[in-house]
Structure formats: C-alpha cells, structure tokens
C-alpha cells in the first residue's frame, strides 16, 4: 500500500524522547560492537601479566561505561514504552510480520538488558559470563540488520510510513 504524503505526515508516531532514546542507544550498540574488543584484549593482557596499552586501557574504560549507560537508558526506554505504549502497525499488514516485528523488538529489548549484566558478570566473575557476554555479538549483528532490513522494506517497498515514526515524533 503506498500512503500519500499527508497520510505519511499523520502517522501516529513516538514521542521524542523514544526517538532520541533509540537513536542513542544505537549509537552506543554500534560503537560497543566495534570496540568491544579492547575490553578482552584487555582483560587477556592483565591476566598474563602484559602491559595494558593506553588506547586498549581507555577504549575498555569507554566499553564498560557505554554498557553500564545503555542498561540505564533501556530501563528508561521500557519505561517510556510502557508509559506512552508504541504506534500501531501499518495498516493491511499481515499479522506474521507484525508478529515478526512484536518478537525482534521484545528481543532487543532483552539484548539491551542481558547483554550489559552478562558484560558486568563476566568483568567481576569470569567465565562462564564473559563467554555469555561474546555470544551476544553476532545475535546483536544479525538482529541490527535483519531490523534495517524490515525498515528499509517498508519505506522503499511498502511505502506505508513506518519508518517515519522513529524519525518524526507524535
């Protein structure tokens, strides 16, 4: 279904601080999962007794706090979904992609919680957390693209102005 401009403009969208919230969050994910790697290098480096080289040092540091701050903004996230709710479905949708759609949010939602705890887990406890925490990576990976995807879709082929609820608030 191709919506015009002014049923595209009447969307009922979120509000701005959702918008913000999950545009922040996101960028926090994204740069957790390109320097996530310096906390294990650094990590490995302490227990055998290496030097811990100063940009490894600080973009662990950088990984724990974004952690530790992304938890914090989910729980205001799910605060503010459960306060304000989410905007319907686009209209003559099926109800297994709305289903679809219902699953992989509840799923980030539970990423963005289990994945900071098992993080912190794995940083005062070790393993089996730690181990828990790198499984996330690739779960994250494929759900960040399968969710462009899904928004792609439907401002491109669907044209039904979905996307526009996260970018325009109500």
């Known amino acids: 279904m191709t919506m015009t401009r002014d049923q595209i403009d009447g969307v009922r969208g979120y509000t701005i601080y959702q918008i913000g919230l999950h545009w922040l969050i996101a960028a926090l994910v994204f740069m957790q999962l390109i320097f996530g790697e310096s906390m294990t290098e650094a990590i490995d480096a302490v227990e055998e007794a290496k030097p811990v080289s100063a940009l490894t040092g600080n ?3 950088m990984h724990y706090y974004f952690g530790i701050a992304i938890l914090a903004l989910v729980a205001v996230r799910l605060a503010l979904r459960l306060k304000n709710g989410a905007p319907p479905p686009p209209t003559e949708i099926s109800r297994a992609i709305e289903l679809a759609g219902s699953v992989s949010h509840w799923l980030f939602y ?33 759900l960040i693209a399968l969710h462009i995807a899904a928004s792609l879709y439907h401002q491109f082929w669907r044209k039904d102005g979905l996307l526009m609820r996260m970018l325009k608030p109500k």
């Open 59 to 61: 973009l662990a540091g």
């Open 110 to 142: 539970a990423l963005l919680v289990v994945v900071p705890v098992t993080g912190l887990l794995g940083y005062y406890y070790g393993d089996p957390y730690g181990e828990w925490h790198s499984y996330a990576k690739p779960v994250f990976i494929g």
